[in-house]
């Protein structure tokens, strides 16, 4: 069993290419013994997003607080604290801060 305060994770600025002004904690992963997820809390500022991209694998999110917009396949979808999202692996998708205050997203995915 793990527990700890996410806060106390150190964050680390996102440095992929089409990133600006986002940090990443990695809440949980093999190092913690999770065998099958990774847990993240991305922190996106105002203004800032994440890389337009795709990947191989699926991912759930959760809209922890703020509120921004879902680029997904070319189509904006407004997202707001609350919100929940489904992205199957090799869907083309990005998180913008639409707001003006911090858009925090957890983000599940599968290790490996």
């Known amino acids: 069993m793990k527990l700890k305060y996410y806060k106390d994770v150190k964050g680390e600025p996102v440095d992929e290419i089409g990133a600006a002004k986002v940090t990443r904690r990695i809440l949980i992963s ?3 013994g999770a065998p099958n997820f990774i847990m993240r809390v991305f922190e996106i500022e105002p203004s800032g997003h994440t890389p337009y991209h795709t990947h191989p694998f699926e991912h759930e999110v959760f809209v922890k607080s703020g509120t921004g ?5 070319g189509k904006d979808y407004p997202v707001k604290a609350g919100n929940v999202v489904f992205i199957q692996g090799n ?3 990005q998180f913008r801060n639409s707001g ?3 858009l925090e997203i957890i983000c599940l ?3 490996g």
């Open 100 to 102: 003006n205050e911090l």
């Open 109 to 111: 995915i599968p290790k």
């Open 69 to 73: 917009t879902l680029v997904f396949e």
């Open 30 to 32: 093999p190092e913690d």
């Open 91 to 93: 869907e083309k998708h």
